[in-house]
DNA sequence: ACCGGACACCCAACG
DNA sequence: AGGGCCCATG
DNA sequence: CGTTGGGTGTCCCATGGGCCC
């Protein structure tokens, strides 16, 4: 019965959404009191002085897309007759009523009609008015404002429905990105949560701590993901030009950003500087990747340098990566580029490994499942064999160390309903917990202990959201045969080397676990067209290091 | 941890 | 007239 | 024969209804 998930018979009460606000507010006021500004605590105060029913259509309202709604599509029982509230929001300042004064709206307002109903009010504004039927929503709505007089369009527009354009949003957003810690939380995870769809490792509350401690981290987080989502709209037709001066006018500030709102500017800046190598402007690529020391900054520059004829640069750059390497792929690229600079060599490692590698013959029915066929292959000889890839490391991660990740006594946790740490795809994972995950190694030194310890973690936290273990029909017994396989010491290696960054570190495991009475070894299938990731690499390296058996297979069809 | 990673698979261009 | 996406729902 | 880049499909509550094409 496991992986069967019962219909919900859990039943939330029918204003389920105004409590769930309310302990939105009790937790942000709480944590947050102090840094919210005048404009935020009089949409409080105001909110307040609302009736119930007022409250519950604003909430309605805010959960749904846009700031523009019409009446005649709304229905809530729980609320009853509409009208009422409305007034209310209106009068309050919580909505305006759409008239010819918001023209400046009117793209958005046009958006919520049915392509019909844009027919029909174009046809009454201009009776003769032909050849629409070709025309797709969104072009059609693009003619409509083009050709149409704006002030009659918004005018006919209001007659045929109650339209109104929602206010206090970005407070409103404001509010939840404090509670959360991020952005784009919903508040349907108070509903999944409650419903039991997704279980929460238990948080104390009183342990919970703020974020952010100044108003400037919540500013900086926020500009820095508006100018983000600015990015994703300049993406969508992207001019060289255009991209280079705008990178230009938000580099200042993006460069000065702290912790919270740093990484969000590395990734706009790989995006944006890979997007103008695409767009066949090297230089100005170049210029932006100098920006962010994250990978694949300093690869891409490397490339960039050499094809620009800049050696000297270039040699350089690769041999600052070979000696700092910020993760596997930085590693072992510096290392074959310089070569390749130098003249050494031609072929990288990745590859030459792979030359290395056994071959075994694989009928030609297993295209798209190689590894498929390679357990059948393994198991008419005897052999027992699972899907492994990066599932066994990381759930035997999250299980080892389950008291470790949620161990509140490190400020990492901000929120009622955080699934991990904040810092644990960070390097500092690792440099606060150093002591604990030591001791870890050491108390579990012997499989027998391991095992043990695997396993009652499994039993008693089954069905927990945690972000490394998956609850599927063969993560136990995939734990269990590897573990009463591998030796203690060389599995605490692994997990240690994952523990210094799990975001570089927690993938490239090989594909399968194979086993009979006698051995074991890791397998890693690859087709006649794949290649060797950097990452893989990597761990089969450390793997032969730490006494771990491990190896290629190279896939032939016949 | 902001529709993105992580995989595997396929193809084309270039030396 | 159906198939399929988007979005609101609990 | 090697590298590099580009493209695709898959998975993240579950379900139902409205709208688009
Ligand atoms: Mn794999
Ligand atoms: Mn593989």
Not at 5 to 24: G, S, V
Not at 358 to 386: C, M, N, W
Not at 539 to 555: H, Q, T, Y
């Amino acid at each position: 019965m496991k992986g069967w998930t019962a219909p919900p018979a859990i039943e939330l009460p029918p204003r389920y959404y105004l409590d769930n606000f309310y302990a939105l507010l009790e937790f942000v006021e709480a944590k947050y009191g102090q840094l919210l500004l005048a404009s935020e605590r009089e949409f409080l105060a105001r909110f307040e002085a609302l009736s119930e029913e007022a409250r519950c259509l604003f909430l309605r309202l805010a959960n749904r897309k846009g700031q523009c709604f019409r009446l005649s599509k709304l229905s809530y029982p729980e609320i009853g007759d509409l009208q009422p509230p409305l007034q209310e929001l209106l009068q309050g300042g919580f909505c305006l009523r759409f008239c010819p004064e918001h023209r400046a709206e009117l793209p958005l307002v046009v958006a919520v009609f049915t392509r019909q109903e844009l027919c029909q009010l174009w046809k009454l504004l201009c009776p003769g008015v032909r050849g629409l039927s070709a025309l797709k929503k969104e072009a059609l709505a693009d003619r409509l404002l083009q050709e149409v007089d704006h002030d009659e369009l918004c005018q006919a527009i209001a007659a045929s429905d109650t339209v109104v354009l929602q206010c206090y949003l970005q407070e409103y957003e404001l509010l939840k990105f404090l509670f959360f810690g991020h952005l784009g939380g919903e508040m349907s995870e108070f509903v999944i949560r409650d419903l039991g769809l997704v279980q929460y490792e238990s948080l104390a509350l009183e342990k919970l701590v703020a974020k952010f401690s100044s108003r400037q981290e919540v500013d900086d987080k926020f500009w820095i993901s508006s100018v983000y989502q600015q990015f994703r709209e300049l993406r969508e037709a992207p001019v060289a030009e255009v991209l280079y001066s705008w990178y230009g006018q938000q580099a200042h500030r993006g460069s000065q950003l702290g912790a919270e709102a740093r990484p969000t500017f590395d990734r706009l800046t790989l995006k944006l500087a890979r997007l103008l190598e695409r767009q066949q402007q090297p230089h100005w690529a170049l210029e932006v990747y100098r920006h962010s020391p994250q990978p694949p900054s300093r690869e891409r520059q490397v490339r960039l340098l050499h094809k620009a004829g800049e050696q000297q640069q270039a040699l350089e750059l690769c041999h600052q990566m070979s000696t700092h390497p910020l993760n596997a792929e930085e590693a072992i690229f510096a290392q074959d580029y310089c070569q390749k600079l130098e003249r050494k060599k031609a072929v990288r490692s990745t590859t030459q490994h792979l030359k290395e590698a056994d071959t075994v013959h694989i009928p030609r029915e297993y295209r798209y499942a190689v590894e498929k066929g390679v357990i059948r292959h393994f198991s008419e000889q005897g052999y027992e064999a699972l899907f492994s890839e990066n599932y066994l490391f990381q759930s035997l991660f999250g299980l080892l160390y389950w008291d470790i990740i949620f161990d509140q006594d490190v400020p990492v946790y901000h929120s009622p309903l955080q699934r991990f740490p904040s810092d644990l795809y960070l390097p500092q994972f690792l440099d606060r917990r150093q002591a604990q995950l030591q001791a870890r190694s050491q108390v579990l030194s012997t499989s027998k202990r391991l095992l043990k310890q695997v396993r009652t973690t499994y039993d008693s936290k089954w069905g927990l959201g945690n972000p490394l273990v998956g609850w599927h029909e063969n993560t136990l017994p995939l734990l269990e045969a590897a573990c009463r396989r591998i030796p203690a010491a060389a599995l605490h290696q692994v997990l240690l080397a994952m523990a210094r960054n799990l975001k570089e570190y927690g993938r490239g495991f090989p594909d399968l676990f194979l086993w009979t009475k006698k051995e074991y070894r890791f397998v890693e299938v690859k087709s006649p067209t794949d290649a060797l990731s950097p990452q893989q690499l990597y761990w089969l390296r450390f793997f032969k290091e730490a006494g771990i058996r491990a190896e290629v297979l190279r896939v032939a069809w016949v």
